[in-house]
């Protein structure tokens, strides 16, 4: 074990570790460039062979990474994009960044994680070191992964590496990139730590050691159950006063002044992505493995399921308060990505708000700067919409608009002088019009 330590040890400090990353999404691609930036050279596995030819011919399909960028890394040799799995022998670090989401009845969908580990355990050499980064529920690393990488003889911790360091991408954050937040780390062994956290410490600005991948598994698990329990909580807010007459976004910027004891989030249509609306259900199925059912993960899930149907309703009722009904209404949706500034329409409320209405019978379009087109979603089979100009002629032809999501581009002063109703999910509209309603 210490001759493969030490050579390992030696190749990271001197930015001669190959290193993998399995799955070049939203959180793969971006560490990508951070090795391929601080002179690290890398290698792209992926099964998309679209994805795999984009990079290869020096185009990002993630905005954040510049064609520009890509191009340079490529000429310089630093990089490759590829589909054959046999190139993971050549390769010191691997890298998992591979989907983990819920299958049809909210159990943990681990078919990704767990083939890519048999893809792994397939070219596993020693002294190579193998991190898991997708969220999952604590004891993935060990309990699954582990035995699968074992089976081919080679030992854990002393052949070779194992550690989990989950990423804490936030897409859109303009103060917070993967460079500049911190890195939870938990290894097998104190060695498998430790190497996992010179790897990272040559990348990110601080590593955060823990005692076991469980124990990190579990940190990326409370930081989004933090997040859905509280999202759920001020979208209840919402609901109750608004029957008292009382503006939740007030009073929530009011709170926000207090110095201690409390931090802000905001109402909205729900919640999206990739990550909040999951991750939580992986630790739900995990519990009841130890006689335990969650409570406040499934009220959250509750409460923040319902917010698309409440905008709906809101939206019905003021259209009939206009003499108009929901069936044959004109209704434009503005921004179908689940947050703001972003392109990323996975799980987002938009997409339930969008079929709701047309299951009332509405004519529903919708806009949004960052995604041209919106289909082929598992939950929304016959959902196959294109993101229509915003002119100030369909904005006055409709009867409503719904905004879902509060994009910096859009002039809501122009939206509001020309649309006859607008349903604001998000605060974008400051100022009390009168037609505009909070929902
Ligand atoms: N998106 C985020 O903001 C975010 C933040 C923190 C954590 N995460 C977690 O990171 C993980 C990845 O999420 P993502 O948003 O990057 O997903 P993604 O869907 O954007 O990317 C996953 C990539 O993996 C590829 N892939 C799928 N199966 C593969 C396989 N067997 N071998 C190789 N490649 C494969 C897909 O083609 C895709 O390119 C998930 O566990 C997620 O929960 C995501």
């Given at each position: ?15 001669r570790?190959?290193v ?37 011919r ?32 050549t ?28 893809v ?27 035995p ?19 990423e ?9 990139s ?33 005692s ?40 929530i ?16 249509p ?6 909040i ?7 739900t199925?995990?519990a ?33 308060g ?9 209704i ?12 990323d329409?996975?799980?987002?409320p938009?997409?339930?708000i ?9 004519k529903?379009?919708?806009n949004d700067?960052y ?69």
């Amino acid at each position: 074990m210490h001759r493969e330590y030490a050579a390992l040890e030696g190749k990271i400090l001197g930015k001669r570790a190959r290193v993998g990353v399995v799955g070049l999404g939203y959180v793969g691609l971006p560490l990508v460039k951070l090795f391929l930036s601080k002179g690290f050279a890398v290698t792209g596995f992926d099964i998309d062979p679209k994805k795999v030819s984009l990079l290869n011919r020096g185009k990002s399909y993630i905005r954040h990474i510049t064609t520009g960028e890509l191009r340079r890394f490529l000429t310089d040799k630093l990089f490759r994009a590829t589909a054959d799995f046999s190139k993971l022998r050549t390769v010191d670090v691997v890298i998992i960044c591979v989907p983990t989401p819920l299958d049809s009845h909210k159990n943990p969908d681990l078919s990704y994680v767990l083939g890519t580990t048999s893809v792994i355990a397939r070219y596993l050499k020693p002294g190579q070191l193998v991190v898991l980064e997708s969220t999952t529920y604590p004891g993935t690393t060990e309990e699954e992964m582990l035995p699968i990488l074992e089976a081919g003889g080679l030992k854990g911790g002393k052949d070779f590496f194992l550690a989990f360091s989950p990423e804490r991408e936030d897409p859109g954050n303009r103060h917070y990139s993967t460079a500049t937040i911190p890195k939870v780390i938990g290894g097998l062994t104190p060695a498998c730590r430790r190497l996992a956290s010179l790897l990272y410490g040559q990348i990110v600005v601080k590593t955060i050691l823990v005692s076991s991948p469980r124990a990190a598994e579990a940190v990326k698990l409370l930081e989004n159950i933090f997040r859905s329990v509280n999202i759920a909580l001020v979208n209840e807010m919402k609901i109750i006063l608004e029957r008292l007459g009382i503006d939740v976004w007030e009073v929530i910027e009011a709170a926000a002044t207090k110095p201690f004891g409390f931090m802000p989030f905001y109402p909205g249509p729900g919640y999206g992505g990739h990550c909040i609306p999951v991750d939580p259900f992986y630790l739900t199925w995990k519990a009841k493995e130890v006689d335990y059912q969650t409570k406040f993960i499934e009220l959250a899930g509750e409460i923040n399921t319902h917010m698309p149907y409440y905008v709906v309703g809101k939206t019905i009722a003021a259209l009939n308060g206009m003499g108009k009904s929901i069936r044959g209404a004109r209704i434009l949706v503005l921004g179908i990505a689940y947050k703001k500034d972003i392109d990323d329409q996975r799980e987002s409320p938009a997409l339930k708000i969008i079929s709701v209405l047309k299951a009332q019978g509405a004519k529903v379009e919708y806009n949004d700067p960052y995604v041209p087109r919106s289909a082929g979603h598992r939950e929304y089979p016959g959902l196959d919409l294109r993101s229509v100009p915003l002119t100030a002629r369909r904005l006055k032809s409709s009867d409503a608009v719904i905004i879902a999501t509060d994009h910096s581009s859009y002039d809501y002063d122009g939206i509001v002088r020309q649309a006859p109703l607008v349903v604001d999910t998000r605060n974008a509209i400051r100022r009390k019009r009168r037609n505009v309603i909070k929902a």
